[in-house]
């Protein structure tokens, strides 16, 4: 009857169908064996790389979502190291460098997210060919560095490089007409020499950001500024004996390092 509710007493209810709670506890029962095979094979797989998670660094460091064989965004290795940071699954991360360096502001961003991952869990890292400049700037960071004897590493330094061919335009007949808003507007343009003014100026900001940046790695390392801020690169071999490295060894020799301290924190 519309508008109206039927109530049914308590005890003419049906009990539930045997048959229907048999085929609950058999899917119940096939989807704990589905996903014990999966972790079964996830550990099978991994073997000895089981609770470690290898972030790659690998190119010139850039800001940005930039992952193309040549460069490597800051936004691509934070999100790999903040992921393997908030994974359970993972005990400890290895952090596979192997670059020339790159921007100042790419290698700040990569370390604020290192710094997070840190805060969870053991960060090493495993420098292949070379790990110089910005990206020892990022190295210094890690709970330890493992290099190999020939690994190509420091490079400490700040390096501002201006083009000149105005004398080659001038001799093609090339003119350039500029219009600017301030004196340095156009700093840096191939058609001119920078002016003693610029020059000084240019050579300020350079002081600025290696002051920045060798402080910071002297901070985060026991070594000793004069070791390093001739901007040299240094060979894996050497940079143990002055603490710009921890250890020679491979990236499984990393992976090994990384699980021994995850289990020592424990």
Same mark, same amino acid.
Do not use: C
């Given at each position: 009857?519309?508008?109206?509710?039927?109530?049914?007493?308590?005890?003419?209810?049906?009990?539930?169908?045997?048959?229907?709670?048999?085929?609950?506890?058999?899917?119940? !029962?096939?989807? /704990?064996?589905?996903?014990?095979?999966?972790?079964?094979?996830?550990?099978?797989?991994?073997?000895?790389?089981?609770?470690?998670?290898?972030?790659?660094?690998?190119?010139?460091?850039?800001?940005? #979502?930039?992952?193309?064989?040549?460069?490597?965004?800051?936004?691509?290795?934070?999100?790999?190291?903040?992921?393997?940071?908030?994974?359970?699954?993972?005990?400890?991360?290895?952090?596979?460098?192997?670059?020339?360096?790159?921007?100042? =502001?790419?290698?700040?961003?990569?370390?604020?997210?290192?710094?997070?991952?840190?805060?969870?869990?053991?960060?090493?890292?495993?420098?292949?060919?070379? =790990?110089?400049?910005?990206?020892?700037?990022?190295?210094?960071?890690? @709970?330890?560095?493992?290099?190999?004897?020939?690994?190509?590493?420091?490079?400490?330094?700040?390096?501002?490089? !201006?083009?000149?061919?105005?004398?080659?335009?001038?001799?093609?007949?090339?003119?350039?007409?500029?219009?600017?808003?301030?004196?340095?507007?156009?700093?840096?343009?191939?058609? *001119?020499? /920078?002016?003693?003014? #610029?020059?000084?100026? =240019?050579?300020?900001?350079? @002081? #600025?950001? !290696?002051?920045?940046?060798?402080?910071? +790695?002297?901070?985060?390392? +026991?070594?000793?500024?004069?070791?390093?801020? @001739?901007? *040299?690169?240094?060979?894996?071999?050497?940079? +143990?004996?002055?603490?710009?490295?921890?250890?020679?060894?491979? /990236?499984? @020799? =990393?992976?090994?390092?990384?699980?021994?301290?995850?289990?020592?924190?424990?």
């Amino acid at each position: 009857m519309d508008g109206t509710y039927t109530l049914v007493p308590s005890g003419s209810q049906k009990p539930p169908s045997s048959s229907g709670l048999k085929w609950f506890l058999i899917l119940v !029962f096939g989807l /704990l064996v589905v996903t014990g095979s999966m972790i079964a094979a996830y550990y099978f797989t991994h073997g000895d790389q089981m609770g470690v998670t290898v972030v790659r660094m690998e190119g010139t460091m850039v800001t940005g #979502e930039v992952s193309d064989g040549e460069n490597i965004g800051s936004e691509v290795v934070g999100k790999e190291l903040r992921q393997a940071a908030d994974d359970p699954m993972v005990e400890a991360i290895v952090l596979r460098v192997n670059s020339p360096g790159g921007t100042p =502001a790419a290698a700040q961003e990569i370390i604020g997210d290192l710094e997070y991952a840190k805060t969870k869990k053991p960060v090493v890292v495993s420098m292949g060919d070379m =790990a110089t400049s910005a990206a020892y700037y990022v190295s210094a960071h890690a @709970d330890r560095i493992y290099a190999n004897p020939d690994t190509f590493t420091s490079g400490v330094g700040v390096i501002w490089k !201006f083009s000149d061919i105005s004398r080659w335009m001038d001799k093609e007949g090339y003119n350039l007409s500029v219009v600017k808003s301030g004196a340095k507007k156009d700093m840096g343009s191939t058609a *001119r020499p /920078l002016s003693s003014d #610029e020059e000084a100026y =240019a050579q300020k900001i350079v @002081d #600025e950001s !290696f002051n920045t940046f060798i402080s910071d +790695v002297t901070s985060q390392r +026991v070594i000793s500024r004069s070791d390093i801020d @001739d901007g *040299r690169v240094i060979r894996g071999a050497d940079a +143990v004996k002055i603490n710009v490295v921890d250890e020679l060894g491979n /990236l499984n @020799d =990393a992976i090994n390092g990384a699980k021994r301290m995850a289990q020592s924190r424990g």
